[in-house]
C-alpha cells in the first residue's frame, strides 16, 4: 500500500469500519489515482491525433483546390 492508501485505510479503521472493507475502500481508492494519471495523458494523444489529421486534411484541400484555381486563371 502506497503512504496516502496507508492512511485512508488507518482513518477507516479509526472511525469503526472492518478490517476487510476498508482494505477494499483503499484499494478502490488507489485504482481510482491510478485511473485518473492514465486519464491525464489521454489528452495528449488526442492532441497529437488531431494535429496530424489537421495537416492531413489540409493536404487534400490543397490538392483539390490548387488545380481547380489553375484551371480558373489559365
Known amino acids: 500500500m502506497s503512504a496516502i492508501v496507508k492512511e485512508v485505510y488507518d482513518a477507516f479503521r479509526e472511525a469503526g469500519v472492518s478490517e476487510e472493507k476498508s482494505a477494499e475502500a483503499a484499494k478502490a481508492i488507489a ?27 489540409g493536404l487534400v484541400i490543397a490538392a483539390e483546390v490548387l488545380p481547380l484555381l489553375k484551371t480558373l486563371f489559365a
Open 31 to 57: 485504482d481510482f489515482g491510478t485511473r485518473f494519471a492514465k486519464l491525464e495523458t489521454e489528452p495528449l494523444k488526442l492532441r497529437a491525433d488531431l494535429l496530424v489529421l489537421k495537416w492531413m486534411v
